[in-house]
C-alpha cells in the first residue's frame, strides 16, 4: 500500500513543504527512509513505531519505505514524526485516506504517543496555507503559534490515538488552549525609561534620531559618563512593530527555537557578549545553519557593548548585513537567506585602559593597536558617531520616553508617507541613487552639506548618511524641507571617535 501526507521542515528561517510518502510492502520487517535525512529525522523509526504501539495500534511486519519529497533538500528535526505515523496507518487501512486530503500534519512523537512541540511552528504553518493546504495539524503546544498565520484553519491533538480518532471523525477535535498574550520585552526585565538619565543633551538627541531614522549608532567615552544605561534605553524609544513586521520577527524567533509568548509586538533587544563569534553573531553551522543574533534583532536593535573587546573578525562580518540587511549563508548542498534589518548601537571606551587623554595611561602603541580593531570601514557604516561627556552635577533628568517616543512615531510617519511606494522604510535604507529624488537639498541646505563634506574630507557613504541624518532631523521637527541647520547638526552627530 502506498500513503502520502503533507508535512514541512525549516530552512533556516523559512518553511519547506515535504510530502511524506510512505510505501508498505511484502518482505522482511525493515525500516528505510530517504529523501536527504538528518539524523533525527532517520531517528524517527523507532519514536514512530513505539508511538503507534502505545496507542494500542499495530506495526506492519513488512517492509516500510519512507520518501521524502522532495528528494534535493535536506529535511531536519522531527516535525515530520506526526506524518509519518499517520502514512504507516492510511497504508494499513487503519485510517482512510480521504481523511488526509487538504491536510497537513506536523509534530514529534513521544513514545507514548504524546504529540509534542516543534520549533519554527508558525514558518511550517505559513508556507504550508502559501501552498494551498486548507487544514493544518499541530501539536496542542504550538496551536496558538499557528494560529497566527493568516487564513489558517489550525487544528491541535494531544495524542497520535486522539488525532486518528478526529480524522476519522470519532470524535471532535479538541478546544484549543487558551492564546497567550503578546510578548511585551517589559514583561521579562526591569522597566526603562530615558527620563532616568541626566544630562547628556547631544546623546539624547543623537538616540532620538537612530530610532527615527533607523540610523546605526556608536557612542564612545570613558567608563561611567552614561553610555550603556542610555543605548539600553534606545528600544524604549523605538516605535512598535506593525502587524506585518510583528508576524516577520515572531516568525523568526520561533524558527530560532526562542518563541512561545504569542506575537511580539515590540522591537527586540539582543546584546551579545563580547566573546561571541562569528557564527553567533551572523549565524551559520555546518549541517543545520541557524541564525545569529542580527537576525534576532531583525526589526529591534543589537546592542554592542564594549565594541573594541570584540574579535575584529566577528566585527568585520557585520559590514555587509549594515549595508544589505540580510545574511547569505551558502554551504555546498544549499544557500539560506537569514533577514537581518536590525538598527545598531555600541559603545566602546577610547582606549585599552578607558580613561582616555588626559588621565590615560596607555602608550601610543596600545592606543593605535585598540583603535585598529574597529576597521575603517566599520566606523564609516555608523550614521551617527559621539564622545560621550560625563553628565555635569548640576544636570536635570530629560524627558521620558514617552514624550521622545511620541515624536519618533511622528517622524516615522512621515517617512512612511514620503517612501510609499518604494521597497524602503527608513531614511536610512534610501540608496544613494534615490537620495536625490526621495530626500532632496535646496539651496542652503545644499551649500551647507557640500561644505560639510569637503571640510570633513568625507566618504561618498559618509556624506550620504549626513544627507539622510538631516532629513531625519527634519522630519522629528516636522519641517517639509531640509534647513542648513539640520545639515550641521548631522555633521556634528558624525565625530571622529574612538
Known sequence: MLASVRSATLLGVDGQVVTVEIHVSRGLPSYTIVGLPDAAVRESRERVRAAILSSDLEWPPNRVTVNLAPSGIRKTGSGLDAAVALGVLVAQDELPAAALD????????????????????????????????STVVVPMANVAEAALVPDARVRGAHTLAELRACLKGEQPWPDPPPSAPAHDAEDDDEPLDLGEVRGLAWARRALEAAAAGGHHLLLAGPPGVGKTMLARRLPTVMPALTADEALEVTQVHSAAGRSGRGLIRVPPLRAPHHTASVAALVGGGSAKPSPGEVTLAHRGCLFLDELGEFAPRALDALRQPLEERAVWIARQAL????????????????????????????????RARYRRRLSAPLLDRFDLRLAVRAPEPHDERGEGSDDVRARVDAAVQRQRRRLRGTPWRRNAHVPAGALTQLLPLLGDAHVAWIAEAESRQLTGRGAARIRRVARTLADIDDCAEIDSSHVVLAALLREDVP
Open 335 to 366: 544557500s539560506l537567506r537569514f533577514p537581518a534589518d536590525f538598527l545598531l548601537v555600541a559603545c566602546t571606551n577610547p582606549c585599552p585602559c578607558g580613561l582616555g587623554p588626559p588621565a590615560c595611561a596607555c602608550g601610543e602603541v596600545e
Open 102 to 133: 487538504d491536510v497537513a500534519v506536523l509534530g514529534e512523537l513521544g513514545l507514548d504517543g504524546t504529540i509534542r512541540g516543534v520549533p519554527g511552528t508558525l514558518a511550517l504553518a505559513a508556507s504550508l496555507v502559501r501552498a494551498g493546504t
